[in-house]
C-alpha cells in the first residue's frame, strides 16, 4: 500500500464486510459462487484459552499486545481510505 499507492483500487474490513461483498471487489460476477468457495476455505478460529495467552506473549501480556495490533490496524485503515480517496480524485481529474 505504501510501496505502490497508486495501484490502490479498494480498501475493506474482513471483520464486517460478508463474502458476497468481498466476492464483488475481487472481481467474481455471482456472489454466491464466491460465498461458497469463501465458507468451504474459511475456518472459524477457537477462542483463546488460557493457555494460550501464556503461548503466545510473555507473562500473559496478551491485552497490550492485543491494543497494540488494534492500534496498528486502525493507522492501516485509516490510511487506505485516505490513498484510496486521493486515487479517485486523481482518477477523476484526469479523466476531465
Not at 45 to 56: G, N
Request: contains cysteine; aromatic residues 10%; proline residues 5%.
Amino acid at each position: 500500500m505504501m510501496i505502490y499507492p497508486d495501484r490502490l483500487v479498494a480498501c475493506w474490513e474482513a471483520d464486517t464486510e460478508t463474502p458476497k461483498d468481498l466476492g464483488l471487489q475481487f472481481g467474481w460476477t455471482n456472489p454466491d459462487d464466491f460465498e461458497e468457495a469463501y465458507n468451504k476455505l474459511f475456518i472459524v478460529p477457537s477462542p483463546i484459552t488460557a493457555d494460550d495467552r501464556t503461548e503466545i506473549t510473555k507473562d500473559d501480556h496478551l491485552k497490550v499486545y492485543m491494543d497494540g495490533m488494534v492500534a496498528s490496524n486502525n493507522r492501516i485503515k485509516e490510511l487506505c481510505y485516505q490513498q484510496l480517496e486521493r486515487n479517485q480524485q486523481a482518477k477523476v481529474s484526469t479523466v476531465e
